[in-house]
């Protein structure tokens, strides 16, 4: 056989593999159904929604404390503390993913972020009495902070309604909520002494040091979406988050303190009287609920 003939074979039997192409292989030409496979989705349409504004804590709070020093048929001196505690709205941001299921109703996943200042405001009355009464007032200004960072998983629903040309979706939810606490306040309160025949009162810095704590709450929420295209929309929410409150001791700070009077100079105020001044403060008792009023953008998978 001459290369020209083997040429040839060979080039015929290539033609033949490309002719009869995947079969030559076991497969066929036509399209394997096991392509078309999609696996089921878990939900319909899901919806992230990013938000900023305002949140709005409701503390207000007081704090009351009341001691004496010396002996009633000589000299006594007497303070009654109070101490109002209250804070202030500030910004807060927020995220959220809906996972709608057949049909309207859906499951929301979300968390909040707020830190919210404390200040208070704390006034000594003290009065002296003995061969001579004198009254007389210390003040003194505080702060501090709160923080709550809620995560909450919603039943979460929407009605669509027509305003003239554009449909708007109200939507609801509830659910509950752990919310992650932080705290620390300081101010400062009165305290008494007598010693050698003289009496007066000093202030000391008094103080709830950084605690942080979890509390299972709940929340509810409502919202409108003004939709802009099909994947984007405008959104405003109002949502309530609640916790329980939290209680805690005041630390009074001992010392050595002169007097508001200019009676006495260097009081000592040891951990004894720390201890008992602490004993006898009713307890700072903050609540960590919110209410958030927030605007942001919706993202429409």
């Given at each position: 056989?001459?290369?020209k003939?083997?040429a ?14 995947p079969a030559?292989?076991?497969q ?15 939900w319909?349409?899901a ?5 900023g504004?305002?949140g ?11 001691a ?11 303070v ?5 505690t209250s804070?202030a709205a500030?910004a807060?941001?927020g995220?959220s993913a809906?996972f709608?299921l ?7 996943a979300?968390?909040?972020y ?8 704390g006034?000594?009355r ?7 009464t004198?009254e007389f007032?210390?003040?003194?200004a505080?702060?501090?902070e709160?923080t709550a ?8 629903n ?5 305003v ?10 509830l ?9 620390l ?13 003289e ?13 942080t704590?979890?509390?299972l709450?709940?929340?509810?929420g ?8 099909q994947?984007?929309?405008?959104t405003?929410q ?5 916790a329980?409150r ?5 630390k009074?700070t ?7 009077r200019?009676?006495?100079t260097?009081?000592a ?9 602490a004993?006898d403060t009713?307890?700072f008792?903050?609540?960590?609920s ?12």
């Open positions: 056989m001459n290369k003939r083997k040839l074979i060979l080039i015929a039997g290539l033609a033949a593999i490309l002719a009869a192409g030559v292989f076991g066929t030409s036509e399209a394997d159904p096991a392509d078309d496979y999609r696996p089921p989705k878990l319909e349409r919806e992230i929604t990013l938000l504004g305002l709005i804590s409701f503390n207000s709070l007081q704090t009351l404390h009341s004496e020093a010396g002996a009633e048929a000589e000299l006594l001196a007497k009654k503390n109070t101490i109002h804070s500030a807060f941001a995220a809906a709608f057949p049909g309207r109703a859906a499951i929301q979300g968390f909040g707020l830190k919210a200042g404390l200040s208070s405001d006034t000594a003290f009065s002296v009495s003995g061969s001579t004198a007032t210390g003040t003194a505080g702060e501090g709160l960072v809620p995560v909450y998983v919603c039943y979460y929407r009605l669509d309604f027509r003239g040309e554009k449909t708007l979706q109200l939507n609801l939810s659910g509950p909520t752990l919310s992650f606490n932080s705290v306040t300081s101010s400062r309160a009165g305290a008494v002494a007598v010693r050698d025949g009496a007066d009162g000093f202030l000391v810095p008094i103080q709830v040091e950084d605690t704590w979890v509390s709450g709940a929340t509810a409502l919202g409108l979406d003004v939709p802009l295209t994947k984007l929309a405008v405003v109002a949502r309530y988050f609640y329980e939290k209680s805690f001791s005041w009074w001992p010392g050595v303190y002169d007097g508001l200019g009676r006495l260097g009081c105020f040891d951990e004894r009287d720390a201890q008992l001044a004993g009713t307890l008792s903050v609540n960590p919110f209410l958030q009023i927030a605007a942001g953008i919706k993202l429409i998978f």
